[in-house]
């Protein structure tokens, strides 16, 4: 087994996130590289320090363009706002380092576009942290939808709602800036596009409103002066996919109550599937044209038998949770760089999600129908 150096920039939610997940991986997964946590940079000195001592890198800095240069570290792991992600990315890739960016994974299309092309020109392997779709459930809903076991798939109804944006005096923050990819259908709207892509396939379409529902945040903490909102707390799409058939995304941080309603019913004319983030053990199916009498949504229920939930844990029933998903896209992410599959999703497919994005809000916007070009 070769050690691989990992920096991490970010020390927030997502920064410990990663950080678990490369310190898990190897101990979980049987690839052939270590990872080594080198380096993790904050702005914040003291939370750098205390990420150090934490999650056991060996140095913390300030300065991310210090990680960037490291040549112990071939994995850059970037956990920061939305709005830093582009030069952070492109900066990594010209030193020629693997990167595994946060999602979503630009403010627009547009930087999108060039972190992918930067990325492909480099031939660089890169991640996007997409975690939910790596649910081992959720590649077999995707398996049974390709295999047409579903039969034609006729409807998608997806969801991402949460409700910790309800609160009108929780503070401005970077998730509410328009020009840094804030909002709810970018923030979790990209977790729920992307998800309907990987089950359902591309979007060609798409018609949405997006709503403020709460019109204006205290700048800061505490603070008594306030600052109107320009970006959207619910988003809600209708959208054509290309194999067909028409379904709804909802995009909602305001939703009260609901803490991680990540989920979709799928109708086909052989079946139905039925899933929440809530309960990410669980799968319901419905398999058309059995005995009316005890027809009905079976639990399927998460075990060894879905890969890679075996690796985790030999028993069924023991349940995986957050972190165990992040685990698996570390694990996907360093089997790429080992020369594997590349299960992505990547720097393009993020790019393809981006534009569902940037097509809802333009489809808002002008109160029409918008292709996802
Ligand atoms: N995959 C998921 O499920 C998921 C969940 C939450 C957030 N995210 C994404 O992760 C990213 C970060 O979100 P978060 O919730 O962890 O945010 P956060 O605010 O908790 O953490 C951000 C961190 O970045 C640091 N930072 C800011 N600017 C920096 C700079 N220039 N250099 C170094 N460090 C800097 C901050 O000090 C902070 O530690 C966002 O892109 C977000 O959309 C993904």
Request: proline fraction near 5%; charge should be negative; aromatic fraction near 8%.
């Amino acid at each position: 087994m070769g050690d691989i150096g990992v920096g991490v920039i970010g020390t927030g939610f997502m920064g410990k996130a990663h950080a678990m997940a490369y310190r898990a991986a190897a101990g979980i997964f049987p690839g052939n590289l270590k990872p080594v946590l080198q380096t993790v940079a904050d702005v914040d000195e003291a939370a750098a320090d205390a990420a150090a001592r934490q999650y056991g890198f060996r140095r913390a800095v300030t300065d991310w363009r210090a990680l960037v240069a490291d040549p112990a570290i071939a994995i850059v792991a970037i956990t920061t706002p939305n709005m830093f992600h582009r030069e952070m990315a492109l900066a990594a890739i010209a030193a020629g380092k693997h990167v595994h960016c946060e999602k979503p994974l630009a403010p627009s299309v547009a930087e999108a576009h060039e972190m992918m092309e930067a990325a492909e020109a480099a031939n660089v392997v890169t991640q996007v942290g997409y975690n939910y779709i790596k649910n081992p459930l959720l590649s077999l809903a995707r398996e049974m939808i390709a295999s047409g076991e579903l039969g034609e798939i006729t409807s998608f109804r997806g969801i991402h709602a949460e409700d910790f944006m309800c609160d009108p005096e929780v503070p401005y923050s970077w998730r509410l800036d328009p020009q840094g990819g804030g909002g709810a259908i970018a923030d979790i709207g990209s977790h729920i596009i992307g998800l309907a892509r990987f089950l359902i396939g591309p979007i060609t379409e798409v018609n949405a409103d997006l709503a403020t529902v709460v019109k204006s945040r205290p700048v800061g903490p505490g603070a008594a002066e306030r600052r109107l909102i320009e970006v959207d707390d619910i988003a809600r799409l209708t959208v054509r996919f290309a194999r067909g058939c028409g379904g709804t995304i909802e995009a909602n941080w305001a939703a009260t109550g609901r803490k991680m309603q990540l989920g979709f019913e799928i109708s086909g004319t052989k079946g139905g599937l039925v899933f929440t983030q809530e309960r990410l053990n669980e799968l319901s199916y419905y398999k058309a044209g059995e005995d009316p009498r005890e027809n009905g949504f079976r639990r399927i229920e998460a075990g060894p038998q879905h890969p890679p939930y075996r690796n985790f844990c030999v028993a069924p029933g023991h349940q995986l949770g957050f972190n165990d998903l992040k685990t698996i896209e570390v694990a996907d992410f360093l089997s790429a760089i080992e020369g594997g599959v590349r299960r992505g999703p990547d720097f393009r497919e993020a790019w393809e999600i981006q534009k569902v994005v940037d097509s809802a809000i333009a489809s808002s916007k002008s109160r029409a129908w918008k292709e996802v070009a």
